[in-house]
């Protein structure tokens, strides 16, 4: 695989590309949408709502807390884990900063 050219680009724009990359796995997406129905910082039940073995999900669960969209806590034995709102209020502000700036309307010449 290539190199992908960053320079040029903003550095929010490039966090939010990575942030957006590690979003862009069926389980991952699946493990936020849980996290974020979920009223509580979840651990081992992860497991039992996705169909994948455990090891899978660790390293999902890993690819997510290695972007900052999510955070562990450990207590015990357990890891608990739960949506980081500072980073996910960042992807929110993005976009509704991006959608802003649409013109409602406006067609495209294709």
């Known amino acids: 695989m290539g190199i992908t050219k960053i320079d040029g680009f903003t550095p929010e724009v490039t966090q939010m590309a990575e942030i957006l990359k590690a979003l862009g796995h069926p389980a991952r997406l699946a493990i936020m949408e849980y996290l974020i129905n979920s009223p509580d910082c979840i651990n081992g039940d992860l497991v039992d709502h996705l169909p994948l073995a455990q090891s899978t999900v660790s390293r ?3 690819e997510l ?3 900052g969209l999510i955070k562990g806590t450990i207590t015990g034995n357990c890891i608990s884990y739960c949506i980081n ?3 996910w209020n960042k992807i929110k502000d993005f976009f509704n900063s991006s959608s802003d700036q649409i013109t409602p309307g406006k067609s495209c010449a294709c």
Do not use: P
Request: charged share 45%.
């Open 85 to 87: 709102d500072e980073v």
């Open 60 to 62: 999902h669960l890993s």
């Open 65 to 67: 807390k290695k972007v």
